[in-house]
Nanobody, 126 residues
Framework: QVQLVESGGGLVQAGGSLRLSCAVS????????IAWFRQAPGKEREFVGF????????DYADSVKGRFTISGENAKNTVYLQMNNLKLEDTAVYYC???????????????????WGQGTQVTVSS
């Protein structure tokens, strides 16, 4: 079983930055990607971005492209979500997720991910 634990959430002013971490532990991760999703109050969970576990290539939702960056530190089995120029609409619970390596490759679809962290709250204030 793979366990994911997020950390790094908090309160930040609009225009500020925050870095989230996702620690991957348990048996060796063999999926395609670690992804970040978020869920704002009253809204459905939405895709933020993913990083391929092998190779490190990334993909982002249009709403965060150019502001958010996903990176990984293999030695620590940790994936980061660097969030810059934060906006009020970025307020949400952020989750990291991992897939099982099924299908054709990394996905933007929530249901394609099997392992989930508990989530970390990010609140952006004006």
């Amino acid at each position: 079983q793979v366990q994911l634990v997020e950390s790094g959430g908090g309160l930040v002013q609009a225009g500020g930055s925050l870095r989230l971490s996702c620690a991957v532990s348990g048996r060796a991760f063999s999926g395609y990607a670690i992804a970040w999703f978020r869920q704002a109050p009253g809204k459905e969970r939405e895709f933020v971005g993913f990083m391929r576990w092998s190779g490190g290539s990334t993909d982002y939702a249009d709403s965060v492209k150019g502001r958010f960056t996903i990176s990984g530190e293999n030695a620590k089995n940790t994936v980061y979500l660097q969030m810059n120029n934060l906006k009020l609409e970025d307020t949400a619970v952020y989750y990291c997720a991992g897939d099982r390596g099924m299908g054709w490759g990394p996905s933007r679809t929530e249901s394609d991910y099997d392992y989930w962290g508990q989530g970390t709250q990010v609140t952006v204030s004006s």
